[in-house]
């Protein structure tokens, strides 16, 4: 990390977007360690802090930073008001660690992966685990794959989460798909738990654009009787190990 270098990025960017600043700049470092030995990223992210202060970035978030690192980047100055990761129904990690580190931070989480790369639908809804494993085709949806597989292995068990979503739905006016309540259950728990956020939705097409709209004005909730259902049936899995990003790096 240099400031050079630093500037030489920016400005390239600045000038390919057309702009003056940049809204969000997302900070991501691939060489961590579990403990926060290795501190060379901060260089970087005080580089980040430079541009911010010259008024070349708006504003500073991390990617798929695990607890341990994104404390370092704060108390070295930097200041995160967002940290992109992962986080579902099926990938609960951010439950052990960050969201109660960045509650009374005010850091709100982009999550990605909410729905699963569909597993979280309809889709997938009576299918035997021989049918859905053979729609687990591109890298994503495995990645997906293993996250339900951390929280269970149990087929039967899996169905039942997505006939309950299935039902909480149906019971909603005008009815809910069952991707549109793994979402709304995302922003509950980002509120309950951490300091709010966003979702990341992979939007292909206008299918669902009137249940994004919809979530993205506040017009989908759950009540509590809802989030007991849902929680009676992931407590039967495996809890979440370890923080974000953890098996990724091999950390577990």
């Not at 994104?70 to 439950?95: F, K």
């Not at 506040?218 to 259902?229: H, T, Y």
Request: proline letters at 4%; hydrophobic letters at 40%.
């Amino acid at each position: 990390p240099s400031r050079v270098n630093a500037e030489r990025v920016n400005a390239k960017s600045l000038k390919s977007l057309g702009l003056q600043a940049a809204d969000l700049v997302q900070f991501h470092w691939w060489s961590l360690t579990p403990d926060g030995s290795d501190r060379t990223f901060l260089q970087a992210g005080r580089e980040l802090s430079s541009l911010k202060g010259n008024g070349k970035i708006k504003h500073l978030a991390g990617c798929n930073m695990d607890t341990t690192n994104l404390d370092l980047l704060v108390q070295d100055g930097m200041t995160i008001e967002a940290n992109q990761v992962q986080y579902s129904l099926l990938d609960r990690r951010p439950e052990v660690k960050l969201l109660p580190y960045s509650r009374p931070r005010k850091i709100k989480l982009l999550v990605f992966g909410v729905v699963a790369g569909g597993l979280l639908s309809e889709s997938f809804l009576g299918l035997s685990q021989t049918e859905a494993r053979a729609r687990a085709d591109s890298v994503s949806r495995r990645m997906y794959w293993t996250s339900l597989q951390r929280w269970s292995q149990d087929w039967g068990l899996f169905q039942e989460l997505l006939q309950v979503l299935r039902e909480i739905g149906q019971e909603k006016t005008p009815p809910l798909p069952v991707a549109a309540v793994a979402c709304a259950w995302t922003l509950q728990r980002l509120d309950t738990l951490g300091s709010g956020g966003a979702l990341i939705l992979g939007v292909r097409d206008d299918r669902h654009l009137q249940e994004h709209a919809a979530l993205l004005q506040g017009e989908m909730s759950l009540n509590s009787e809802d989030m007991a259902a849902i929680q009676a049936v992931l407590d039967r899995g495996s809890p979440p190990q370890g923080d974000i990003w953890y098996q990724e790096r091999g950390w577990l």
